[in-house]
T-cell receptor, first 116, second 108 residues
Framework: DTAVSQTPKYLVTQMGNDKSIKCEQNLGHDTMYWYKQDSKKFLKIMFSYNNKELIINETVPNRFSPKSPDKAHLNLHINSLELGDSAVYFC???????????????FGNGTRLTVT | DAKTTQPNSMESNEEEPVHLPCNHSTISGTDYIHWYRQLPSQGPEYVIHGLTSNVNNRMASLAIAEDRKSSTLILHRATLRDAAVYYCILKGTYKYIFGTGTRLKVLA
């Protein structure tokens, strides 16, 4: 039983295209996140949603638009893809928002996006 | 946001204890110390966290210095499956700040 699942696992696309990554968690958590891990392996938070409400929006280009149809799903849509968007994108979830307690983050296995 | 400093890499022999250090000299009184690890081709997974006292769980132990400016993650008997990047993180107000981590190599 995969707790946090992302699709697709790999995504190869050309510059200028629009693509989406989907994430689902079956842990009953209220909060979900998108993280980006670049080629140097730095892991940076992009967005966080709590019960479908956006609570964290780091300085991310507005080409990136998260959408949470319900608290078990958080999708990431990227418009006009650029070479610099190539990275591994991780979805994560936690019971409560990270500011309220120390409930651990549960990560998916990532989506490797390659923009050519 | 407070930062952490970890060695880039460490090696250990299988079935020996491993002590992974972390410096966090700018830690504030309310920052919790969290450790996560990332196995190859996987997302990070939670290992342990603490505030002031030493902590133990089934995966590891966390030793926190009295002044809280450093901490050590202890794996009591390293196995080949423990080869991963270990991140020491200070959890502040609302988010985790991941550093570069320590890549642990376990030798058979």
């Amino acid at each position: 039983d995969t707790a946090v699942s992302q699709t697709p696992k790999y995504l190869v696309t050309q510059m200028g295209n629009d693509k989406s990554i989907k994430c689902e968690q079956n842990l009953g958590h209220d909060t979900m996140y998108w993280y980006k891990q670049d080629s140097k392996k730095f892991l940076k938070i992009m967005f966080s949603y709590n019960n479908k409400e956006l609570i964290i929006n780091e300085t991310v280009p507005n080409r990136f638009s998260p959408k949470s149809p319900d608290k078990a799903h958080l999708n990431l849509h990227i418009n006009s893809l650029e070479l610099g968007d190539s990275a591994v994108y991780f979805c994560a979830s936690s019971y409560l928002p990270t500011g309220t307690d120390n409930s651990p983050l549960h990560f998916g296995n990532g989506t490797r996006l390659t923009v050519t | 946001d407070a930062k952490t400093t970890q060695p880039n890499s460490m090696e250990s022999n299988e079935e020996e204890p491993v002590h992974l250090p972390c410096n966090h000299s700018t830690i504030s009184g309310t920052d919790y110390i969290h450790w996560y690890r990332q196995l190859p081709s996987q997302g990070p997974e939670y290992v342990i966290h603490g505030l002031t006292s030493n902590v133990n769980n089934r995966m590891a132990s966390l030793a926190i210095a009295e002044d809280r400016k450093s901490s050590t993650l202890i794996l009591h008997r390293a196995t080949l499956r423990d080869a991963a990047v270990y991140y020491c993180i200070l959890k502040g107000t609302y988010k985790y700040i991941f550093g570069t981590g320590t890549r642990l190599k376990v030798l058979a």
